[in-house]
């Protein structure tokens, strides 16, 4: 049987209220602030997709305007460094000695914007800080602060000048939101608000404000980690990942899932052996009977000719 969390507990009303708060600059978008919250509960990381316009930056910057937790932006180009990210060592004169100036991944919240738009290695740089929620350099571990939580964005219309992420890049995001174009009356909406004086790079004029912490966050996370879950539901929830192994319609299934069966349509050299050739091998023919007794008949030889007798 599961057990949910009571429907008048402060965390449920406060989360109701992140809710609200970021609905004063966003307009639609439920389903994504639904998801930003589910992975911001579950210390999950999110990746944001839409084309531009549809309110992915100003939806992380209202959902860090609403709580009281430290933001950071990271704007990925072609020319971001790993050490623009995690931070350097630093030489100081005055000290003759190397110290560490932490980067910009020392946060709370962290929108790494249009990620897909930086080089391979600038985006391994968030691995280890992903998934250990540390950063290592010369041999030192430095924890980052707690809560941590990486949202990355990138435009699916474009990929002139972009870098796909790679599958390990991609299995250390809990969920990946696909951001709709808004519907007719709210885009009437928006346009209304802009009408209307609001300035999507002033939220604190807009009148959000800051209605829960790290301590509520805290807090609200102890309630989800007490639901409890019957083994039922937990048995169907593994059936369903290892289906996705085997099914001919996965490409590649559930993370650290072993590939799909071979079919005549898969490429070779991904654990299937190349299918034989469909060339005929032209080889030597057995005479007919007409050549038993026709002695002007000649055996057909091979398709590579012979070298000339001397």
């Known amino acids: 049987m599961t057990t949910t969390p009571a429907p008048g507990s402060p965390a449920r009303r ?21 998801g930003l919250v589910i992975a911001l509960l579950c210390q999950g990381h999110v990746l944001l997709e839409g084309v531009p316009g549809v309110a992915k930056t100003l939806l992380v910057r209202a959902l860090a305007a609403s709580l009281d937790l430290r933001m950071t932006r990271i704007q990925f180009t072609p020319d971001l460094m790993p050490g623009d990210v995690t931070g350097s060592l630093v030489y100081d004169a005055k000290t003759a000695a190397f110290s560490f100036r932490p980067g910009p991944v020392f946060t709370n919240l962290l929108l790494a914007d249009e990620i897909n738009r930086t080089p391979p290695k600038t985006q391994a740089s968030l691995l280890e800080a992903m998934e250990e929620r540390q950063v290592s350099a010369d041999g030192v571990s430095r924890p980052l602060p707690e809560p941590f939580m990486v949202v990355a964005t990138q435009n699916p219309v474009e990929y002139e000048g972009t870098y796909p992420l790679p599958e390990a890049q991609l299995d250390r995001f809990l969920l990946k939101l696909v951001l709709p174009i808004p519907q007719r009356h709210e885009e009437v909406e928006v346009l209304n608000r802009h009408a209307g004086s609001f300035n999507p790079r002033d939220l604190a004029g807009a009148g959000l404000r800051a209605v829960a912490g790290a301590a509520e966050l805290a807090a609200a996370r102890a309630e989800v980690a007490s ?12 059936d369903l990942v290892r289906m996705t192994r085997t099914s001919p319609s996965s490409r590649s299934g559930s993370p650290h899932a072993a590939p799909p069966p071979c079919s005549p349509r898969r490429a070779p050299g991904r654990g299937c052996p190349a299918a034989p050739s469909s060339r005929r091998t032209m080889s030597r023919r057995s005479p007919s009977p007409r050549c038993a007794t026709d002695s002007s008949c000649a055996p057909r030889r091979n398709w590579r000719a012979s070298p000339p007798s001397r």
């Open 227 to 238: 639901v409890q879950v019957a083994p039922e539901v937990l048995g169907y929830i593994v």
């Open 14 to 34: 406060q989360l109701t209220e992140v809710r609200t708060e970021i609905a004063k600059a966003v307009v639609g978008q439920d389903a994504a602030v639904t």
